[in-house]
């Protein structure tokens, strides 16, 4: 007697939603951009005046620094864009370095033909204000092409980020936005890119969610699911890199 075919088994491989794209993550500030002011404080072209290569950053109270916050927030979230498929490229590695120049890093993002960009940073305002704000791009001749896009990217990032329980900044921004134009990573993009600073890190309650490694997988999380929808629902027309799906 011959057997009937037995039906292929289904494939158990997880989803892979952004395979084919590539993802640009910027983590602000270096951990040690204190040790050379030299080379920190000189003069770049930010694509519209002079601004320094870098700054410090600032830190909570208690001396954990924007930079280590903002590194660690991006080390999770490289690996969930990876786990999702995505090719990563940042615009530095470790968090023991100087630099580089804020120009540089656009460049670095431009180069890699990004689809999308974050650069992760932590506020260092008033004690008493707390929350996230989004700081999006103004049309200034290099970036023009993907200002729309990058106010769309804004929205769904401001959605998902009031997901991990830092509310909406209440000294900062309007409704959670502010357009900045003095900004090189901002002025030079190419493609869609937004600033986020993620909390007030000289807040006391903001700051004992940013020192927390579950909150800061939480918040790389929210940044990963704002990237997914944005690039999944973008029109194929429309997409400044170089990957495919």
């Avoid at 864009?81 to 090719?87: E, F, T, V």
Wanted: charged share 20%; glycine share 10%; net charge positive.
């Amino acid at each position: 007697m011959i057997g009937t075919a037995q039906p292929a088994a289904a494939s158990t491989a997880p989803a892979k939603p952004l395979a084919g794209y590539v993802v640009g993550i910027d983590p602000g500030h270096n951990g040690r951009n204190w040790s050379n002011p030299t080379f920190i404080n000189h003069k770049i072209w930010n694509g519209r005046e002079w601004e320094a290569c870098n700054t410090t950053g600032t830190s909570t109270n208690a001396g954990y620094s924007e930079a280590a916050f903002n590194f660690a927030v991006a080390t999770y979230l490289k690996r969930d864009l990876r786990a999702a498929g995505a090719k990563v490229v940042m615009t530095r590695t470790t968090n023991n370095g100087v630099g580089p120049c804020v120009n540089k890093r656009a460049q670095i993002l431009n180069k890699a033909h990004v689809d999308v960009a974050i650069d992760i940073h932590g506020d260092g305002g008033p004690s008493s204000g707390r929350g996230f704000t989004i700081l999006r791009p103004v049309a200034d001749g290099p970036n023009d092409k993907v200002i729309k896009p990058s106010f769309r990217y804004a929205k769904l990032l401001r959605t998902s980020f009031r997901k991990t329980g830092m509310p909406i900044s209440d000294y900062y921004g309007t409704n959670g936005m502010q357009n900045r134009n003095d900004l090189a990573g901002l002025n030079l993009t190419k493609v869609p890119q937004l600033l986020l600073e993620c909390g007030n890190m000289r807040n006391a309650t903001d700051a004992k969610l940013m020192t927390s490694h579950a909150w800061q997988k939480r918040a790389a999380h929210a940044i990963k699911r704002a990237m997914t929808h944005f690039l999944k629902t973008r029109s194929s027309g429309s997409r400044t890199g170089t990957a495919r799906t």
